[in-house]
């Protein structure tokens, strides 16, 4: 009599016990939360069939408002300035990845075509407060940004940005000092510089770096010695994408310093095979930009060898960790599912 009770009370119980694990928070988002704003192609009635009309549809003023896309390829660029908070959400059966994303925006224009960098960026956030979750961005010009991000307090989560120079422009706010930024579980493929900027202080979480040729990663370039950006990537994979056509083993850099004063750190890592033995180069032969650079590792794993003299292993986080990059308040604002 109370054995099979047990028996189905520890089955029960076991049943909970795995819904409530970490390893076990996949979750769908396929239809939009109460309130959003709709894009879809074809589009429905009350429905926009592109994003910026959809953006454009939001108040300037500074109630927090939504977007919700449909799944679906939206060839266009989108500019967001609006002032009050705003957060987009990508139609997923897993929020937790962007490996099924379905929604991607895509564009091709290059930044000389553009006249900069910022402008041909297929996703310009110019705003703070701003989320981005489980779209895909892509930009298939030669020098061309998926992503320019001028803003503090901008988190992008189980995103994917897919790019060759340049894809990502991590820079500021409204002023130098205003740009706080968090990239938690994203996807970012490119080769030369392809996570760039002056300005901002941004931490990438759980992120997979996958270059598609030789050239270096990260390309940071505070424009003085005050200027305290800093980009640290954390406990991430740092491999080859599969859309790479050679071998890449030994042709990557984790960095290269777009001014003399950059600060990159590698924290907890997997490096792949595609790094180079000496970690990180020169900015180039005529400018090294090598006199006041911060290039550190800490606890990473794969790729070794003896690393460039202007480059540091660390003996802790200190002064690394989300906290120190973002600040203390940094809780209130990054969502904590993917960190
Ligand atoms: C919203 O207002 C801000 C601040 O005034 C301005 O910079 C931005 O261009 C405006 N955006 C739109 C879409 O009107
Ligand atoms: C928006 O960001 C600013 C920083 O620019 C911050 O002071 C403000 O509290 C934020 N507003 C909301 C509603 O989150
Ligand atoms: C890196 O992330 C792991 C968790 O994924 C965390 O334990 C560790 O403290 C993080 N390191 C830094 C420097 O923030």
Not at 226 to 250: E, K, P
Not at 255 to 266: C, D, H, S
Request: glycine content about 8%; some cysteine; charged content about 10%.
């Amino acid at each position: 009599m109370f054995a099979p009770f047990f028996l189905l009370f520890g089955v029960l119980a076991a049943l909970l016990t795995t819904q409530a694990s970490p390893l076990d928070k996949r979750a769908s988002r396929t239809t939009p939360p109460a309130g959003a704003v709709q894009v879809k192609n074809p589009a429905a009635s009350g429905q926009f069939s592109t994003i910026q009309a959809a953006v454009n549809s939001l108040p300037n003023d500074s109630s927090a408002r939504t977007i919700f896309i449909f799944p679906g390829t939206y060839s266009e660029q989108v500019s967001i300035t609006r002032v009050g908070p705003t957060t987009i959400f990508g139609s997923t059966t897993d929020t937790t990845s962007y490996t099924s994303n379905s929604v991607t925006i895509t564009h091709s224009l290059s930044a000389t075509a553009a006249g900069n960098d910022d402008l041909s960026g297929t996703l310009r956030v110019h705003k703070d407060n701003f989320s981005l979750y489980n779209v895909n961005v892509r930009n298939t010009g030669s020098q061309a940004l998926a992503l320019s991000s001028y803003g503090t307090n901008v988190g992008y989560y189980g995103s994917a940005f897919f790019g060759f120079q340049d894809t990502v422009l991590a820079n500021q706010g409204a002023s130098q000092t205003h740009r706080n930024q968090f990239f938690g579980v994203c996807y970012i493929e490119g080769a030369v510089d392809f996570i760039f900027g002056q300005h901002a202080r941004a931490f990438f979480q759980r992120n997979v770096i996958a270059s598609v040729a030789a050239g270096t990663i990260t390309a940071d370039g505070p424009t003085s010695a005050t200027d305290a950006s800093l980009f640290v990537i954390n406990d991430s994979t740092i491999t080859t994408s599969t859309a790479a056509t050679a071998s890449l083993t030994g042709q990557v850099f984790l960095g290269r310093p777009w001014t003399q004063w950059a600060k990159v750190a590698f924290t907890s890592c997997n490096l792949g095979a595609l790094i180079n033995s000496a970690g990180w180069e020169i900015w180039s032969t005529a400018t090294p930009n090598t006199a006041d650079v911060t290039f550190a590792e800490f606890g990473n794993t794969g790729a070794a060898g003896t690393r460039a003299s202007f480059s540091e292993k660390l003996s802790s986080t200190a002064g690394f960790t989300a906290a120190d990059v973002l600040g203390s308040t940094w809780t209130s604002w990054v969502d904590q599912a993917y960190v």
